[in-house]
């Protein structure tokens, strides 16, 4: 499927890469094909693509062979433009032809000229985006959970391959297995330490037999000399594909995997999902989900022998999925883990911004209000939820409960609330002010205990997105995406130090007063002797008058009151700000054009002082901290 980058399905399909080199591959034979058994690749549907037609048939025998055809992406776009464009083989009947492992991909020094790996336009801006030394986070592949096949197929390389009976349709799959996302992850570093770690999210209706099979494919190791396919059938698919008989388990620091995803839906407004309320019932049925999941997790995963023989629960972890309530007698994750399932994790989604899930109200302008509103979303919204559901946990821990409290999605949000005009959405959903509110969010819930957090989502053209779509000018990363390069890249390390903010401006907002600026504090190495702390400083003010008061010109006073007891070796600045150096401005967005970057700045050693004043001689502006200003100030001792 292909289509013109900004019309229908082409916001979320993608295109060939002009100039790159790809391959079709298939084995085939046939049996009295006419033509001479001649078959030839060709793109089918609206003409677009057909200068890349196979011009040189294939001779096929009545004998199984490899064939294939190598050819160069023509430029973007291509002709014709509105349909959907098909992979075919073309032949002359009457006779049959057989056909197998048919594949069109990206076939070049860069992908090991090789199918089923890491594709370079995603492998490259993740890692990019990567902690540059140390442990990576979690990748969460989301797409898993909708897998329409068997576990059978999912362990392997075509996911979602079917034959139509009624029209007699071949569909290829169109998701990644979990064979193609374990490969991924582990591509992202050299050893189980640093590589970063793999979330899979897998069906809640797959059966006992079925998710016995993906923990011995994940965790059970394969010895052909006393193995047999018979007795590890899982474990030996997993020697084949790897050529070696090591466990996906040794790889990796641990590998997560959520049973089901947003099981509290049940059909909402007909999306599919499937819970496990009553039919139509939303955020309910809790109870019978932790009921449900201590069946099959500790009745079934924990009674195989496998999974104390190899220790497996060190290395594979079950995670439970929450919602938008961490109250102990209403939360569907907190009642489902007080029914005593053994899941090491329990995942809420820390959005920022108006949740369609929720029936919250989003903005019908764009304007001052409304960014204001967007600057200061942890506040107003995800923090009361982050701070509920680690005091939920905290109370069943001292009941002997424990378990750690994860983020398996979040980020901007504020999509599908604005039906009249999602353009207003589009414009809040990738400024910086969502940006400030993401990162201020990710790193509260840092503070607050919560270990892995994934973004929603790796992807590009419209709502929930990190990039502009590559044909669309470019693959752009939007404001949102840069502040998690900021926490990852720039301010590693999860060991967080408080952070007293005296005299701090503030705004009335109803009957609440909400601070203005916030400060979190990383440490990299033991908070002892840290080899660096992060300082991250956020602005959520916004110039000019609006929600009832004067904010001047939005610049903030700062001064960092640093307890280091020697100078640091070396201070560096990066910030979110026009790539001319200037300050980015809360509206701005990298939709159409590159208006946000990453900005970095050696400070003179000189310059430090215990009271550390951000101004223009520490990347700051005359008077301090601009509107909407995303600052992280790395201290390094070496």
Known sequence: ???????????????????????????????????????????????????????????????????????????YPPEGSGAHIGHALRFTGPGTLYVDNFMLYRHDEAHGFQPNGPHVNSFDPVMAAMPAAGPMPALRFYPLQYH????????????????????????????????????????????????????????????????????????????????????????????????HGAPWTDDFREILVEWGNETWHQGAGGYGWHGFGAPGW????????????????????????????????AKIRFVLGGNYDASLDSGYGELAIQQGPSAPYLGHANYVGPK?????????????????????????GVRGLIDQAAASRATLAEAGRDY???????????????????????????????????????????????????????????????????????????????????????????SMRQVVTERGPSYRRGDASIPLISAYAVHEGDVGSADAVHVVVLSRALAGQHDGADFGDGVIPTTLHLPFTRTPSRITVHRLAHPDG??????????????????ADELPVERYAPDFVIGPETGGVAGGLPPAGIYVYSFHFD
Not at 195 to 222: D, F, H, M, N, Q
């Open 1 to 75: 499927v292909y289509h013109p980058f900004d019309q229908g399905e082409g916001q979320w399909y993608s295109q060939l890469t002009p100039g790159a080199t790809y391959r079709v591959e298939a084995w085939l034979r046939h049996d009295g094909l006419g033509d001479g058994g001649r078959v030839a690749f060709a793109f089918v549907g609206n003409g677009s693509y057909r200068e890349a037609n196979q011009a040189q048939p294939w001779t096929v025998t009545d004998q199984w062979a490899r064939y294939t055809y190598d050819f160069v992406a023509p430029a």
């Open 148 to 243: 329409n096949g068997s576990i059978d197929s999912l362990l392997g390389e075509f996911g979602q391959a079917s034959l139509s009976i009624n029209d007699g349709r071949l569909r290829t799959f169109s998701g990644a297995t979990i064979a193609q996302s374990l490969r991924w992850a582990w591509a992202t570093g050299d050893t189980p330490e640093r590589r970063a770690v793999p979330y899979l999210t897998v069906s809640e209706e797959y059966t006992e037999v079925e998710l016995k099979a993906l923990v011995e494919y994940l965790g059970v190791p394969y010895d052909p000399a006393v193995d047999t396919p018979q007795t590890r059938p899982y474990a030996h698919r997993r020697f084949v594909q790897r050529g």
């Open 282 to 313: 939303v955020h309910r049925g809790g109870v019978e989900f932790g009921l449900f999941a201590r069946y099959m997790i500790d009745e079934q995963i924990h009674a195989m022998p496998a999974w104390a023989e190899h220790d497996l629960g």
């Open 356 to 380: 369609w899930e929720t029936d919250d109200a989003g903005a019908s302008v764009f304007d001052a209000h409304g960014l204001q509103e967007t600057l200061v979303g942890l506040e107003t």
């Open 404 to 494: 750690r409290v994860i983020a398996y999605e979040g980020g901007p949000s504020g999509y599908w609330t604005n039906e009249d005009n999602p353009e207003i959405d589009e414009q809040y959903g990738k400024s910086l002010a969502m940006a400030v509110a993401a990162l201020d969010t990710w790193l509260y819930a840092s503070l607050k205990g919560v270990g892995h957090q994934c973004y929603l989502g790796f992807s590009s053209g419209v709502w929930w997105t990190s990039h502009t779509l590559p044909e669309a000018g470019g693959f752009r990363p939007h404001a949102g995406w840069l502040a998690l390069v900021m926490r990852n890249r720039h301010a590693p390390g999860s």
């Open 582 to 599: 200037s300050p980015a401005l809360a509206e701005d967005s990298n939709r159409f054009e590159t208006r946000v970057v990453v900005l």
